[in-house]
């Protein structure tokens, strides 16, 4: 969602700060200062001058990180800041700015239960930490359970809601992408980011973009130009990409059981071909949750560990758990070798390295 608010910004020639996490192959990924990466010399100042600043006091990598970008934000001229929240709302480093234009949650999913809570409603009140007195609310498709808590928060805040299915709607028809509020009807290209669910981000980005005042033109950019690595990305070159010149090769980061309900939708909408998975995944992760909906959509799976990640599952530790979710699975050293076991069986094979942000990020460092 950021990532196309972002795009449809920068179409109409705003200078746009964004601050995302995790980071994929390089930290400083997750800073763009006026719509360029921060270089690694400016980061390492910031980091020193904030970590001076501090005097030894407990903080944790997440904060400084957050602080030097802030610091680096504003030192530099921009129109707009997006703050990707990292873990919940209520309590992030992030929830420092107190009025901001627009706040926005997205679609609340089970993760990080042991910080959020284990129910949607306790998840969805630390993500409604974030509303602010009198700021508008752009708020994406959620279940019941965890609309009524956000609306209760905004509404004893007093701030201006903006929400699917009641004030604003987004489908797809004809091969085009429809939204709807009552400014009236755009008629959009489909998002240029894979995936059926990437819809109903980019109808929450299209309602945060107009809650912001932005033409409709711009509305068309963000749909149709965004990239995100790592989000049903097609790889198309590297040793993976080499060693298996007939494969299709695709990655993704997603790591709950929304995600893997997302990518087993994806992979059913794709035209039929031999797919096999190669996962990595933490243990920190709900792996019996993500893993149940792709038991219907691949022929196998190869489970891999996480280099450089000390809660990584082993190989053959994700391997059983996705048996039990009714896989074929077994265990691989990396994926280089799962890839050649798989091309050895079906050489025009699918296959979607997935499971964790920490996998693409090495995958997309090592080879590609």
């Known amino acids: 969602t950021l990532t196309m608010i972002r795009a449809g910004l920068e179409a109409a020639d705003k200078r746009v700060h964004a601050y995302t996490s995790p980071h994929l192959a390089l930290f400083h990924e997750r800073i763009r200062l006026a719509g360029t990466l921060i270089s690694e010399p400016d980061l390492t100042a910031l980091l020193d001058e904030c970590y001076a600043a501090n005097k030894g006091e407990t903080i944790t990598y997440f904060e400084i990180t957050t602080c030097a ?8 001229a921009a129109d707009y800041t997006l703050l990707e929240v990292g873990l919940g709302g209520r309590l992030d480093a992030t929830n420092v700015i107190a009025k901001p234009a627009l706040s926005i949650i997205t679609p609340v999913s089970i993760d990080h239960q042991q910080f959020l809570g284990e129910t949607l409603p306790e998840i969805a009140g630390e993500k409604a930490g974030i509303i602010k ?31 699917h299915g009641q004030h604003w709607h987004v489908s797809a028809e004809y091969g085009r992408m429809i939204y709807q509020d009552e400014r009236g009807l755009l008629d959009l290209p489909l998002p240029n980011l894979p995936g059926a669910h990437q819809l109903q981000n980019a109808g929450t980005a299209i309602a945060a973009l107009r809650a912001l005042g932005q033409p409709n033109e711009m509305c068309e950019q963000a749909v149709s130009t965004a990239q995100w690595p790592a989000r049903m990305q097609r790889l198309r070159g590297g040793p993976l990409v ?46 019996a949750g993500y893993m149940r909906p792709l038991a219907g959509v691949a022929q196998g ?34 994926p280089l070798e799962a890839v050649r076991h798989i091309i050895a069986q079906e050489p025009a094979a699918r296959i979607l390295i997935c499971g964790s942000l920490y996998l693409a990020g090495a995958v997309l460092r090592e080879h590609h």
């Open 133 to 163: 007195r009198g700021v508008p609310l752009v708020v994406g498709t959620q279940s019941d359970a965890a609309l009524e808590v956000i609306e209760a928060k905004a509404n004893a805040l007093g701030a201006p809601l903006i929400v």
């Open 242 to 287: 080499e060693a298996a010149p007939q494969a299709e090769l695709w990655l993704d980061g997603g790591h709950n059981p929304a995600a893997g309900k997302a990518i087993a939708a994806h992979l059913a909408s794709l035209p039929k071909q031999p797919t096999y998975l190669i996962c990595g995944m933490l243990n920190t992760k709900d792996v």
């Open 301 to 334: 799976l190869y489970g891999v560990s996480i280099p450089g990640e000390p809660n990584t599952l082993k190989a053959d530790e994700t391997a059983a758990l996705a048996a039990e979710q009714g896989l074929q699975a077994q265990a691989a050293e990396s």
């Open 69 to 76: 970008a802030l610091l680096g934000m504003a030192r530099s």
